[in-house]
């Protein structure tokens, strides 16, 4: 996902000479053809990535389209104050690619782990954040962000998850995507858990439970015509992702649903990881195992608040 998502950069920026990219210490070979083709627009700084979100805020406010990809930890955490103050007090064109959202860095522990990225972000007024599925949907994305106003975050994925999008479902920032439909439950998602979801679904169809699918690829701003529409059906709502239960998806659905009355009781589960650092190591899977993040661990929890 990483590496189409940089060359879909290097293509756009081709046809546009307001694209510039900034790269943090990536290592070497990252982009080539950008850098030979285009070196006034190619910048690869070292290890000061609070620097490099300055710098691409000042090239963004002098009228370019500016693209900064590093690990998603260091933009978040380490640049915060940076995004908040130089890039959206300004609504500048500033396109945050974050590497490794959620626990794609499973293997190097808690302090490359980004399972509080949305959180952080979503606290910033003019935030959007997106978390594409996979390679495709990225592919549907990607042009979008060349005359979009103001900033995005662009949380990454490991890379070479298995395609479920599909042209058939278009992409629009700012819209949810209904995979499929069912009066049963509804179960809401983000970024690579959509894969978890699609496959929970199709297990729960086969013991007559009929889930609807609602792909949250854009966080924020979020789609609540779409989400409303589809919880005033059911009786129970979840929401997946690979990211902490506090300010993510699923506390920007449950917000929603405080606020809202429905003629009827709803039931309704964040499933993510909990308010915790993630202390154990391992592979991504791994880790999505240990904090229920499975098809079968989704299966469990509507199952259970169906017949509950």
Do not use: W
């Not at 500048?92 to 190097?108: E, F, K, S």
């Amino acid at each position: 996902m990483r590496k189409l998502c940089l060359d879909m950069v290097y293509e756009l920026a081709k046809q546009d000479e307001r694209i510039v990219f900034i790269g943090s210490d990536l290592g070497f070979g990252t982009l080539r053809q950008f850098k030979e083709e285009m070196p006034e627009r190619f910048f690869m700084e070292g290890i000061s990535e609070a620097n490099v979100v300055g710098m691409a805020a000042g090239l963004a406010m002098e009228g370019n389209i500016v693209y900064v990809n590093t690990i998603a930890t260091f933009l978040t955490r380490r640049c915060f104050e940076q995004v908040a103050m130089d890039v959206c007090l300004h609504h500048a064109n500033v396109r945050l690619i974050g590497n490794g959202g959620g626990l794609v860095y499973a293997p190097l522990g808690p302090t490359h782990e980004a399972i509080e990225d949305i959180a952080i972000f979503r606290a910033l007024p003019g935030m959007t954040i997106v978390a594409p599925a996979d390679r495709e949907e990225m592919r549907r994305f990607m042009p979008q962000t060349v005359e979009y106003r103001g900033p995005i975050y662009i949380r990454l994925g490991k890379g070479n998850e298995p395609v479920i999008s599909s042209d058939a479902h278009t992409f629009t920032i700012g819209r949810a995507i209904a995979m499929r439909e069912g009066d049963d439950a509804l179960m809401l998602t983000t970024g690579v858990s959509l894969h978890a979801v699609v496959e929970a679904a199709e297990m729960l169809a086969r013991q007559g439970i009929e889930a609807t699918v609602l792909h949250l690829p854009t966080v924020k701003p979020l789609d609540e015509k779409a989400i409303l529409h589809y919880a005033a059906r059911v009786p129970v709502i979840v929401s997946v992702e690979e990211h902490s239960v506090i300010g993510g998806l699923g506390g920007a659905v449950a917000e929603l649903i405080a606020e809202t009355s429905f003629s009827g009781p709803k039931r309704f589960k964040r499933l993510g990881i909990p308010d915790e650092f993630a202390h154990k190591y391992g592979s991504q899977a791994d880790l999505q195992a240990y904090y229920g993040l499975t098809a079968k661990d989704i299966v469990k929890e509507i199952a259970h608040g169906t017949t509950a």
